[in-house]
């Protein structure tokens, strides 16, 4: 009886492990977006490698010492008015064998780990797409300095291109992660630091900064756009037409781009006329109320140091606020209300903008895609 | 005079086993009730550790939730992990070098026993400095590892960082001293007969803890001078727009940081060491090369400090020197791991509640061990760091390891520390509660670290797969909860029984379980003799049974007197740093006052006549 008992709370463990790997189950790494498990860049591909190899030593390992404990336990198990067993003290053949052995395993894990480490230390040289990421409290910065682009909280690379990106902090560190291309590095601010990845499925990912960084350290997210070749120019090409207010040829260039397109992107600068009066008065207000100040509403050659995130293209992001709020009407006119209610402590105000005056700024830049 | 005459009447009544009542308590400097105060203050903290860690649980539960605001998250996951490690986990370990490393090497005392209460006093003040952010609304929020440059003026202008930041500093005070005080016991105090290589390994263990809290608490000290002055006087040591480095706070912060790792599990791996070989009726399999591996360990552990900054770009030179090192202590590791099962194989083993404990603490170390070389690879380690995998990993390492370890401990040692037995069936519901909770708390972490998941996050959107599993580990976490609320129904039972333990009740291998349970105030009233490894075993072998041993009067014993002097000298350290803190508001007076008062404690403890 008291042997049943005893055998019977080793069973309750086995079905609970049991059930934990049934939820493991139908938790495949396909139901995360953020997943690492999946890779689709070479980056990625290289720790993922690297992770097999270490976790199938792994489980070999824990395979075996569990079962040898578990087997320990039921085997020499103890009965009442058992002789003293045999003292022994050690073994020094033994001890020896196992001393090796895992020396020898770690052996095998470290020779790929090293050619690894120097593999993801190079950095691409040349004909890399040069992306500089600028960690800020709480959201991100990309520019592009082959086009002389700026954006934030959302990054465009093409598939099939390698991407050099050179990092850096405006701030406290942060740590860039790329999830499914490549992995993370931190962000300094007195130094740069960086990572490359080559994109080989096109896709829209979300990731977000991995190094606790304050208060929103948990909504400093951003997404990750990897496009064709063709999508990515075509891309590059309008965001370039996104200069700043008075610059030559700005309307020009939007409706060279809006007829490659053959797209209904609706152009800020040439709004409906029944939308006419409206537009104008976000950016009215935009000035007004001072978002003027921290954020800028072009693309193109835009200074250093901006305090706000960039929103020359606002409009076609999928995420406002660093991944915090779907971009929506509603949602991007409660941020302008309410940034602190909805991220406490962001570096935005609340500016005492009214519901009509939000709802007229969302239009407006929701109109800047 | 007259306080000559209180002396000896106080001496009188300590030998006697007479005191009771606060006052005696305070001015206690008598190893097993310092123990008793170290033990029972680091209870608190992990009763308050493990509450922050439900809030937590709960607030991540269920994704966008509300239930705690992100700055309180900040607030409860820094307080959360510096508590276990600081108020918790170190301090129950230092309950066992109070209590039984004297009795385990046959001595009377430490040896510098009001040096061990200026410990304690230092430890709780400490413990209460860090804790006192709570109540002004301002509880540290930067998280355990304070990195710079968050923890500037700049980025961190509230008190917060400074509660942390002079808590930490005390609590190293405390550590310091009471580190100097095991080290020269261990080596000055042993019973004739007890060399080196016959010391219990639970004594070898904690003596290597003791090197290391020595050589890796300085360089925290120093870090957090540096940092002090960059809060306090505008110095840029961590400011990079000063020309400062916040990297050299990391290396700073790391080379404490990983020894620490084995000061928290150090003397889990004694505990184990002890507790195996007295429930297999066996002696502990490869005695010496457990003493080596455990050295090789602590001397390995200060060259693999930058494995925690893998993300930081250190160049594939410096990656490739951090993993291999990292790899390499692995293997000292494994052959610890390999003699604990060899310390069992062959053995008569008994099923009573501190094996379970020990078992499960071989059962889980394995696991964080496995996933700790999993992350010793760096560009592996680029996908898992900062992610739950690593917030799974150590708490495999620091719960699977240290506290079920600790807890093994503390059942096996409870009959000897209070004179009663825990009751076994109490025990076991607490074991299976702990460790199914302990399992669902954290095995789904290392899916969802590999998922994706970043640490330190107060809530996640929807849509990225985190719900379900979330969900699953707050579950786990209150499972985890009652296991300890089982604990404290069974020693508040054990505490309203009348004493019942017997010395000696597991047929106990060292030399505390030849004495009374709890033992009288002078320990052994006849210094023991050593005359092999498992001394009280070998006893038993060449004596036969021993009788059941009596309580003596044991008049004539010199014992310390109690002295009031350390707790003042404490409350003056702590002062100081509360006059730190109040530099803006009244001036360098209340520094002047606690170095004063530091002083004045100081040196009446010097003049006081020592009984």
């Not at chain 2, 308050?48 to 539960?61: K, M, S, T």
């Not at chain 2, 700055?71 to 508590?83: C, D």
């Amino acid at each position: 009886m008291a042997l049943r008992t005893a055998a019977r709370r080793p069973l309750c463990l086995v079905t609970a492990l049991c059930l934990l790997s049934l939820v493991l189950a139908g938790c495949s790494p396909e139901h995360y977006p953020q997943t690492t498990l999946l890779p689709r860049g070479d980056f990625a591909r290289i720790a993922d490698d690297l992770l097999d190899t270490t976790v199938r030593w792994a489980l070999l390992v824990f395979v075996l010492v569990e079962g040898v404990l578990v087997y320990a336990i039921f085997r020499f198990r103890g009965k009442p008015g058992d002789p003293e067993p045999h003292q022994s003290h050690g073994n020094t053949t033994v001890e020896i064998v196992w001393t090796v052995i895992p020396a020898l395993i770690l052996a095998a894990i470290a020779v790929p780990t090293v050619r690894a480490i120097f593999q993801t230390n190079s950095f691409p040289k040349q004909g890399a797409l040069t992306i500089q990421v600028v960690g800020h409290q709480w959201w991100w910065e990309f520019r592009y300095p082959e086009y002389s682009l700026t954006t934030a909280n959302e990054i465009h690379v093409p598939v099939g291109r390698t991407v050099a990106l050179r990092m850096g902090s405006n701030d406290v560190i942060h740590s860039f992660w790329v999830p499914q291309f490549a992995a993370k590095r931190d962000v300094f601010a007195n130094r740069e630091t960086r990572l490359w990845f080559k994109a080989e499925v096109e896709g829209e990912y979300p990731g977000q900064c991995a190094e606790f960084c304050g208060i929103q350290h948990g909504r400093m997210g951003y997404r990750i756009r990897a496009q064709k070749p063709a999508e990515f120019d075509a891309w590059v090409a309008h965001m370039q037409t996104l200069k700043p207010k008075g610059a030559p040829t700005a309307s020009a260039d939007s409706g060279v781009h809006t007829a490659s397109q053959g797209a209904t992107v609706q152009q800020p600068t040439s709004p409906q006329a029944s939308q006419g009066n409206q537009y104008a008065a976000g950016e009215k207000l935009f000035t007004a109320k001072g978002c003027v100040a921290c954020h800028a509403l072009y693309a193109v050659n835009v200074p250093k140091g901006m305090i706000g995130p960039n929103l020359a293209n606002v409009g076609a992001r999928s995420y406002i606020a660093a991944g915090t709020l779907k971009n929506t009407d509603e949602n991007l006119a409660h941020w302008i209300r309410d940034p602190q209610g909805i991220k406490k402590g962001v570096l935005m105000p609340n500016l005492g903008v009214s519901e009509p005056d939000s709802k007229t700024l969302a239009a407006f830049l929701r109109a800047h895609k | 005079m007259a306080t000559r005459v209180l002396d000896q009447h106080r001496a009188h009544a300590a030998a006697h086993g007479e005191t009771s009542g606060l006052w005696s308590w305070i001015t206690t400097v008598d190893h097993k009730r310092i123990g008793i105060l170290y033990g029972s203050t680091a209870f608190f903290f992990f009763l308050l550790g493990g509450v922050e860690a439900l809030l937590l649980r709960i607030q991540l539960g269920t994704p966008d939730n509300t239930f705690l605001s992100p700055e309180r998250y900040n607030q409860l996951f820094t307080m959360h992990g510096t508590t276990m490690i600081f108020l918790a986990i170190m301090p129950l370990s230092a309950m066992f070098f109070n209590y039984m490393i004297p009795l385990l090497i046959g001595a009377r005392d430490v040896a510098f026993p009001r040096l061990n209460a200026f410990s304690y006093w230092v430890f709780l003040l400490g413990g209460l400095f860090l804790n006192a952010g709570w109540f002004f609304g301002a509880a540290p929020d930067q998280g355990w590892f304070g990195y710079a440059n968050l923890t500037s003026r700049q980025f961190s202008p509230g008190p917060n960082v400074d509660f942390w930041m002079f808590g930490l500093q005390i609590l190293g005070i405390a550590s310091l001293a009471a580190a100097v005080n095991f080290f020269v016991t261990i080596i000055n105090l042993r019973a004739p007969g007890m060399t080196l290589m016959r010391m219990p390994m639970f004594v070898w263990m904690s003596f290597i803890t003791q090197v290391l809290l020595l050589l890796a608490f300085p360089v925290i000290t120093v870090a957090l001078i540096l940092l002090m002055f960059d809060r306090f006087f505008g110095t840029h040591f961590f400011v990079p727009s000063g020309g400062g480095d916040p990297i050299l706070w990391q290396h700073l912060f790391w080379i404490f940081g990983h020894p620490e790792v084995y000061i928290l599990i150090l003397p889990a791996f004694g505990i184990i060491s002890e507790v195996l070989p007295v429930f297999s009726r066996k002696p502990l399999f490869g005695y010496a090369a457990m003493v080596f591996s455990g050295v090789f360990i602590a001397f390995l552990g200060f060259g693999v400090w930058s494995h925690h900054m893998f993300s930081t770009a250190m160049g594939p030179i410096a990656d490739t020197f951090f993993a291999l090192s990292t790899m390499l202590i692995a293997v000292p590791t494994g052959v610890k791991i390999f003699n604990w099962i060899g310390t069992m194989w062959g053995g008569s083993l008994q099923f009573r509640t501190p094996m379970y404990f020990a078992v499960a603490f071989i059962a889980m170390f394995i696991i964080g061990g496995l996933s700790g070389v999993m992350h010793s690879s760096p560009p592996a380690d680029l996908q898992q760091t900062d992610t739950y995998f690593v917030v799974a990993h150590f708490h495999y390492v620091l719960f699977g390891g240290s506290i079920f370890g600790l807890t093994a401990g503390a059942y096996y040692w409870w009959p000897k520390m209070f004179g009663r037995m825990l009751d076994e069936r109490l025990g076991k519901i607490h074991f299976w509660l702990m460790l199914i909770g302990f399992n669902v708390t954290f095995f789904p972490m290392h899916w969802l670290g590999l998922n994706g998941m970043p640490r330190r996050v107060y809530t996640y959107p929807a849509g990225l797969g985190f719900e379900l599993l979330n969900q699953l580990e707050t579950v786990g976490s209150f499972l985890l909860a009652l296991g300890f609320l089982v604990l404290l129904i069974n020693m508040f039972q054990a505490w309203r029984r009348p004493r019942n333990a017997p010395a000696d009740p597991w047929n106990g291998a060292t030399l505390e379980w030849s004495i009374p349970s709890p033992p009288q105030e002078f320990n052994f009233p006849e210094t023991p003799e050593v005359h092999g490894r498992d001394a009280l075993w070998e006893m038993k072998r060449t004596r036969g049974p021993l009788p059941e041993p009596a309580r003596v009067s044991g008049a004539g014993i010199h014992l310390p007197n109690p002295s009031y002097w350390p707790a003042v000298a404490a409350l003056g350290v702590a002062a100081v740093f509360v006059g730190v803190m109040l530099l803006g508001h009244i001036g360098p007076w209340g520094i002047v006052a606690g170095v004063a008062l530091l002083f004045f404690g100081v040196y009446r403890w010097a003049f006081e006549p020592a009984g």
